[in-house]
Nanobody
Framework: QEELIESGGGLVQAGGSLRLSCAASGRTFSYVPMGWFRQAPGKEREFVAAIRWDGGSTFYADSVKGRFTISRDFTKNTVTLQMNSLKSEDSAAYYC??????????????????WGQGTQVTVSS
């Protein structure tokens, strides 16, 4: 059974940092893009960042560009989102996802097939 499991969420003060990790089990997703999305209460799920299947290219939402970094470790089958200079508006549940096909860039939620259960990030101002 394919599974994506996020970890690393928590409570942090504005200006601080958090590192989210997504571990894949049941299969390897090394042949498709991987992404991070987030959803705040009362808002739609929004794209945060994506990384190409070979790790050679990344794509970010304008709201996080320059503050967040996505990376992937093929030996550990993990994807990481390093979040720096956090703002209160970054507070949300963060979801890791694996794309359904080999296309780049890919940032629409309906183009991602596998999803984790989410991890909560709360930034206090």
């Amino acid at each position: 059974q394919e599974e994506l499991i996020e970890s690393g969420g928590g409570l942090v003060q504005a200006g601080g940092s958090l590192r989210l990790s997504c571990a894949a089990s049941g299969r390897t997703f090394s042949y498709v893009p991987m992404g991070w999305f987030r959803q705040a209460p009362g808002k739609e799920r929004e794209f945060v960042a994506a990384i190409r299947w070979d790790g050679g290219s990344t794509f970010y939402a304008d709201s996080v560009k320059g503050r967040f970094t996505i990376s992937r470790d093929f030996t550990k089958n993990t994807v990481t989102l390093q979040m720096n200079s956090l703002k209160s508006e970054d507070s949300a549940a963060y979801y890791c996802a694996a794309a359904s096909r080999r296309r780049w860039p890919i940032y629409e939620a309906d183009e991602y097939e596998y999803w984790g259960q989410g991890t909560q990030v709360t930034v206090s101002s």
